[in-house]
């Protein structure tokens, strides 16, 4: 068996005489047990001296002791195991001495069960919190799964739409090139009988418009429907293209008066009116506002205060946008105040208007 390992520098040693009267001492973990035992029997002896107990005039040695856990008297303390060493000391009945044993044995063991239980709780405790987290983390999950089912699902039908609309195009845009080249062909091919061909059609110019008219009417048809198309895509992107830059300064716009409703809720004023009433724009309203957690820039706060220019050139548009639109507005100022704009941007909404990729 491999030595036991010293646990402590120091051990504490618990002598009892009887249940009532008891001693407790610390010593060197170097110290022997017989040493401690010795110091420990004089200690009592003492005391029950001065409790006025009757004690015998011997040598203290030739007390009976008993120790838990029982344990060689030679054995160093930091060799024993446990935080402490118990001696239960007898001068005539045996009897008595391991009925006290035995009641601090007991008394360890009932500890033992007690600490054992509560851990036991803690750890069921614990465990129905692991399962409840677990059981949200799943739900959690499963929701997630149907949601990304229902995009899947309902992507798939988008490009199957789209893939519908492409063929019909493609089948139009066949069409059309089909015909023109059957008709560039018969036109070379056939060459040297234009003339004859032009006599014959002159001649049956009446029996054959009924037979020609719906052909030509279809292409006709399907070149004009290309030409709507293409017009119908021009326009749309020349619409998202104004209605972006029509909208840039409202952003701007929005931006500056949101800074100020956060600003005058920060000083606790009802609206804006009050706090140019108060304030000026100025390093005193700076500080006050920074030891609220409003941090701004001079030159930010002097647009907020302002702000003619950018405030006039989105009075003509509607007064609300996601933070995305108002994201490209602040992004495009360009100029000298370009960063004072990102830093209301981030005062406004916690976070850099970065362009998306």
């Not at 446990?82 to 045996?94: A, H, I, N, Q, Y």
């Not at 700076?286 to 001079?298: C, E, N, P, S, W």
Request: with cysteine.
């Amino acid at each position: 068996m491999a030595p036991t390992q010293p646990n402590s520098s120091r051990k504490a040693c618990k002598a009892f005489f009887t249940r009532e009267i008891a001693e407790i001492r610390d010593f060197p973990g170097t110290s022997r047990v017989v040493d401690a035992r010795n110091e420990m029997a004089n200690t009592l002896r003492e005391r029950l001296s001065r409790d006025g107990e009757l004690v015998r005039e011997q040598d203290t040695r030739q007390w009976q002791a008993f120790f838990i856990p029982p344990v060689a008297p030679h054995t160093r303390l930091d060799e024993l195991p446990g935080e402490d060493l118990k001696m239960v000391f007898s001068t005539s009945d045996p009897a008595q001495t391991r009925l006290a044993i035995s009641l601090e044995e007991n008394r360890t063991l009932k500890g033992r069960l007690e600490a054992n239980e509560n851990t036991a709780h803690a750890n069921a405790i614990q465990y129905h919190h692991r399962m409840s987290l677990i059981d949200q983390q799943l739900k959690d999950a499963l929701a997630l799964s149907r949601q990304a089912i229902a995009n899947v699902s309902r992507t798939a039908r988008l490009e199957e739409r789209l893939l519908v609309l492409e063929e019909d195009c493609a089948e139009s845009r066949s069409t059309v090139a089909s015909l023109k080249l059957e008709i560039k062909t018969l036109k070379e091919s056939h060459k040297s009988e234009v003339e004859d061909l032009t006599e014959r059609l002159e001649r049956e110019k009446v029996g054959r418009a009924a037979d020609s008219e719906p052909l030509l009417v279809r292409i006709h048809e399907l070149e004009e429907k290309v030409k709507e198309n293409n017009k119908m895509m021009k326009d749309n992107s020349d619409r998202l293209t104004h209605l972006t830059l029509m909208l840039q300064p409202l952003w701007r716009r929005m931006l500056l008066d949101a800074a100020r409703k956060k600003i005058y809720e920060a000083l606790q004023k009802c609206d804006w009116k009050e706090v140019r009433a108060e304030y000026s724009p100025d390093g005193q309203l700076l500080r006050q506002l920074r030891a609220k957690d409003v941090h701004l820039t001079r030159r930010a706060l002097e647009l907020i205060w302002d702000g003619k220019t950018f405030r006039a050139a989105g009075n003509d548009a509607a007064h609300d946008a996601p933070a995305a639109e108002v994201r490209l507005g602040v992004t495009s100022v360009g100029g000298s105040n370009q960063e004072a704009f990102d830093d209301i941007y981030i005062f406004v909404y916690g976070s850099a208007a970065e362009i998306e990729e």
